[in-house]
């Protein structure tokens, strides 16, 4: 009896996605359009589209012989690719963009603002802020693509055709 090893094809996809939301968030940010509350969303649709498209090709790769544990399998290792990507992109964009943390900080300001704090709770969230925001930002966008990547890889699964796994084959000689 032989074990058949899955053929995989989430590196590549990974990859295309990691590149589709990162020309997108460049491309909202130098349209002045990356603070507004629906472009924190625009990057999940193409995020999506791809987890979808993974799903696809695993399937197809493996001549549908699989699971839909094996192809939420793939679609959650290509969430973790694109997660580290993103998390190492969110460090380099604050050097070539500096400006986007004082942006980020102005943001946080208001909202604080807007929700009663006193000058003094302000000023000190903004310190911890300021102090810890490189790490803010890689926690938050290892978080928010693992997360969003869990629900898109259990739809990518439920879209995928599965015939469930290869029945053994036996090496006659």
Do not use: C
């Not at 094809?9 to 990356?34: C, D, F, K, R, S």
């Not at 704090?117 to 810890?132: G, P």
């Amino acid at each position: 009896m032989s074990l058949m090893v899955k053929k995989q094809t989430h590196v590549p996809y990974a990859i295309v996605a990691a590149l589709i939301i990162i020309v997108l968030g460049v491309a909202l940010y130098l349209a002045g359009l990356a603070f507004e509350d629906w472009a924190q969303y625009a990057e999940l649709v193409p995020y999506l589209i791809i987890i979808i498209l993974n799903a696809i090709a695993y399937s197809k790769a493996n001549e549908g012989y699989v699971t839909f544990g094996n192809v939420f399998g793939s679609g959650f290792k290509l969430s973790l690719i694109v997660a580290v990507i993103m998390a190492a992109w969110g460090v380099v964009s604050l050097m070539i963009f500096p400006e986007m943390k004082e942006k980020s900080m102005e943001m946080a300001e208001q909202k604080l603002m807007d929700r009663g704090y006193s000058e003094e709770q302000i000023e000190a969230n903004l310190e911890m802020t300021r102090k810890y925001f490189g790490l803010f930002v890689v926690i938050a966008l290892l978080f928010m693509h693992i997360f969003w990547g869990a629900i898109f890889s259990l739809i990518g699964a439920a879209v995928a055709k599965k015939k469930g796994e290869r029945p053994p084959q036996f090496d006659l000689q």
